[in-house]
């Protein structure tokens, strides 16, 4: 059997380590489904574009967004940009297996357990995208049994910097900041001034996101 082209999809950055850390990715998803051909390609500031990968991929390819939540890239950027035999997956979040590598990387930080986290996301105004990361904030809530916030780093409500310290006005406790984000940037850049005991490196090439990128793209198959 021949399986469509994964064309993996990330937003794209300025950042020297964030196309890296994509193609990193990649490969832990070849190495766990090596009978998968898969490309990587960027919305913007990286080669490729997703119109000149899914020009070599196939008719048939599958687009699996690197996107944490639903927004303008994946309604309009992406699905735009493919044919009409040619599929796109949903966003990655919410889902379990970022539980998986959320807390790993809270543990990787070294943040004690039973701290209260604040989800630190992009942010977007699409409300279904904030409604998508609250719901990864409950998942995560749920896992660690400690409270958990969703916060906002540019569009949206709360900031990251407000949760922070409304979450250790409740609690009286320290607080880590979990980076819900793929890649470092701008945006992870900012959460070190937020005010945190602690913040958490991006999930990156966490071996649970590959797999995750993987699930997205039998489901869409």
């Given at each position: 059997m021949?399986?469509?082209?994964?064309v993996?999809?990330?937003?794209?950055s300025?950042?020297?380590?964030?196309?890296?850390?994509?193609?990193?990715?990649?490969?832990?998803?070849?190495?766990l489904?090596?009978?998968?051909d898969?490309?990587?390609?960027?919305?913007?500031h990286?080669?490729p574009?997703?119109?000149a990968?899914?020009?070599?991929?196939?008719?048939?390819?599958?687009?699996?967004?690197?996107?944490?939540?639903?927004?303008y890239?994946?309604?309009?950027?992406?699905?735009s940009?493919?044919?009409?035999?040619?599929?796109?997956?949903?966003?990655?979040?919410?889902?379990?297996?970022?539980?998986?590598?959320?807390?790993?990387?809270?543990?990787?930080?070294?943040?004690?357990?039973?701290?209260?986290?604040?989800?630190?996301?992009?942010?977007?105004?699409?409300?279904?995208?904030?409604?998508?990361?609250?719901?990864?904030?409950t998942?995560?809530?749920?896992?660690?049994?400690?409270?958990?916030?969703?916060?906002?780093?540019?569009?949206?409500?709360?900031?990251?910097?407000?949760?922070?310290?409304d979450l250790?006005?409740?609690?009286?406790?320290?607080?880590a900041?979990?980076?819900?984000?793929?890649?470092?940037g701008?945006?992870?850049?900012?959460l070190?001034?937020?005010?945190?005991?602690?913040?958490?490196?991006?999930?990156?090439?966490?071996?649970?996101?590959?797999?995750?990128?993987?699930?997205?793209?039998?489901?869409?198959?």
């Open positions: 021949s399986w469509p082209a994964l993996a999809v990330a937003h794209g300025a950042h020297p380590q964030a196309a890296a850390t994509v193609t990193a990715l990649a490969g832990h998803v070849t190495r489904a090596p009978v998968i898969i490309r990587v390609a960027f919305v913007q990286a080669q574009s997703l119109p990968a899914l020009a070599v991929a196939g008719r048939d390819a599958i687009v699996v967004p690197l996107l944490l939540s639903s927004g890239h994946l309604t309009r950027d992406i699905t940009a493919l044919n009409l035999d040619q599929k796109v997956a949903g966003p990655l979040g919410p889902d379990r297996l970022l539980v998986t590598a959320l807390a790993s990387r809270l543990a990787e930080a070294q943040v004690p357990g039973g701290t209260p986290v604040v989800l630190a996301a992009a942010g977007s105004a699409d409300q279904e995208a904030a409604w998508q990361v609250r719901s990864q904030a998942l995560l809530a749920q896992e660690l049994n400690v409270p958990v916030r969703a916060a906002f780093a540019a569009a949206g409500l709360p900031a990251v910097r407000d949760a922070v310290a250790r006005a409740l609690t009286g406790a320290q607080v900041v979990a980076a819900y984000l793929l890649t470092r701008h945006f992870h850049d900012q070190a001034s937020a005010g945190a005991d602690w913040v958490t490196a991006p999930l990156g090439d966490h071996p649970a996101v590959a797999a995750l990128v993987i699930d997205r793209y039998r489901s869409a198959a």
